[in-house]
């Protein structure tokens, strides 16, 4: 009965590469996130949708793109992966106006 | 723009003893402000937040923290350290984005040792 789940769990890749993390949540929630932690644990929001419409878009390379089937998923693909990319990958999710945000076990992405 | 100092990168403590960990936020308005744990390979859990009201909150593990507009801080407690609090503390403050999205910023976390 995980709240947020992600899949898969670890994934090692060569350069150039397409890769999908999976996300699903069960909490009935509107909103949900995908945050990037770099090797030095600096967490730092990349996407956030609503309801399958996108809320928040950082500063983030176009090989990233989130897809929103429905509110319970959000997946994230990246095109022509870079070394850069290494990274552990989280997803969460939200109520509207809750504020508060439920993470997922992280995904961690190594690129070779 | 939002942003979150976490002073102390690596802390230790014995077990027993208490801790607390800095954290100061800016922000142009009442803050939404949380801590977040992440213990090795595991994902983010919610120790406590703060909204508003009372400025000292309480939550889980027995963890506090207190809020003090004044100082822009937002510091964790706990009065005696277990060995499995060892892990990776992070502050976090908080906007809201396009009405249904929140937008946490984070420190740059604070790793806790705890020594037996």
């Known amino acids: 009965d995980t709240a947020v789940s992600q899949t898969p769990k670890y994934l090692v890749t060569q350069m150039g590469n397409d890769k999908s993390i999976k996300c699903e949540q069960n909490?009935?929630?509107?909103?949900m996130y995908w945050y990037k932690q770099d090797s030095k644990k600096f967490l730092k929001i990349m996407f956030s949708y609503n309801n399958k419409e996108l809320i928040i878009n950082e500063t983030v390379p176009n090989r990233f793109s989130p897809k929103s089937p429905d509110k319970a998923h959000l997946n994230l693909h990246i095109n022509s992966l870079e070394l850069g990319d290494s990274a552990v990958y989280f997803c969460?999710?939200?109520?509207?106006?809750?504020?508060?945000?439920?993470f997922g076990a992280g995904s961690r992405l190594t690129v070779l | 723009a939002q942003s979150v100092t976490q002073p102390d990168i690596h802390i230790t403590v014995s077990e027993g003893a208490s801790l607390e960990l800095r954290c100061n936020y800016s922000y142009g308005a009442t803050p939404y402000l949380f801590w977040y744990v992440q213990s090795p390979g595991q994902g983010l859990q919610l120790l406590l937040k703060?909204?508003?009201?009372?400025?000292l909150v309480q939550g889980i593990k027995g963890f506090e923290a207190e809020f003090k507009r004044s100082q822009s801080s937002f510091n964790l407690r706990k009065p005696s350290v277990h060995w499995s609090d060892a892990a990776e503390y992070f502050c976090a403050v908080g906007r809201r984005e396009g009405g249904t999205a929140s937008k946490l910023t984070f420190g740059t976390g604070t790793r806790l040792q705890v020594t037996l």
């Open positions: 909490l009935g929630h509107d909103t």
């Open positions: 969460a999710s939200s109520l509207v106006g809750a504020n508060v945000l439920t």
């Open positions: 703060y909204f508003s009201g009372d400025t």
